[in-house]
């Protein structure tokens, strides 16, 4: 399996830009998360999926994020209007399972730098 | 809210030497996750666990649920073990999970 599919690797736009990020989760996966890394704030969970149904988006900052996962096999992340405190290292993961006490597997993130 | 923390930072230490990494929580779980993230960025899972030890190859990790305590073990340090690890809490009854703060450890040749 190829593991956990994001794209693209590097984003840099400018502020008030619209960005979106993707995610494809491992094959037969049934659970997906977004986080975000930042060295002020470390890992934080933004939002995650279970059945391609949000189950928690209590750690999306503000309106202008928003996480849609329209199958088992994709999922954005946007950011509309970006601003520069939204530069970070977006991750994605996916478990299978759904209930707790899962592995997840991490994508190789997102590195997103608004000017 | 679980407060996940970590200790120490920052950690350097020679090559060979027996490495330990603390990790303490708040609120009970259902699993602790310990990850590494390579210099390079990537994640990786090491450990899941809600009880006891773990063991796979030189890491080793270890659940204390009554004292909310968790520590990972590296045993012959190599400089390839050089990481941020990462302890994490998941909560009962979802898998979301709260990280502490990351130990950066450095093994020098």
């Known amino acids: 399996d190829a593991g956990v599919i994001q794209s693209p690797r590097h984003e840099v736009t400018e502020m008030g830009q619209e960005v979106t990020l993707r995610c494809k989760p491992i094959s037969g996966h049934n659970s997906l998360f977004w986080y975000r890394q930042t060295m002020m704030r470390g890992l934080e969970l933004l939002i995650y999926f279970n059945n391609n149904v949000p189950i928690d988006d209590s750690g999306m900052p503000e309106d202008r994020f928003s996480a849609k996962m329209p199958n088992a096999s994709f999922s954005t992340l946007k950011i509309q209007p970006s601003e520069p405190r939204d530069s970070a290292v977006y991750f994605c993961?996916?478990?299978?399972?759904?209930?707790?006490?899962?592995?997840?597997?991490f994508g190789p993130g997102t590195r997103l730098t608004v000017l | 809210k679980n407060e996940v923390e970590q200790s120490p930072q920052n950690l350097t230490a020679q090559e060979g030497e027996f490495i330990t990494i603390n990790c303490s929580y708040s609120?009970?779980?259902?699993?602790l996750h310990w990850l590494q993230q390579h210099p390079g960025g990537g994640i990786v899972s090491l450990f899941m666990l809600s009880s006891g030890k773990k063991k796979h190859g030189r890491l080793i990790a270890t659940i204390n649920i009554q004292e909310k305590h968790s520590s990972l073990h590296i045993t012959a340090s190599h400089p390839r073990d050089s990481a941020v690890y990462i302890c994490a809490a998941e909560n009962f009854g979802n898998e979301k999970l709260t990280f502490g703060t990351g130990t950066r450890l450095t093994i020098i040749p």
């Open positions: 609120v009970g779980i259902s699993a």
């Open positions: 993961a996916s478990s299978y399972g759904g209930a707790s006490n899962n592995e997840q597997f």
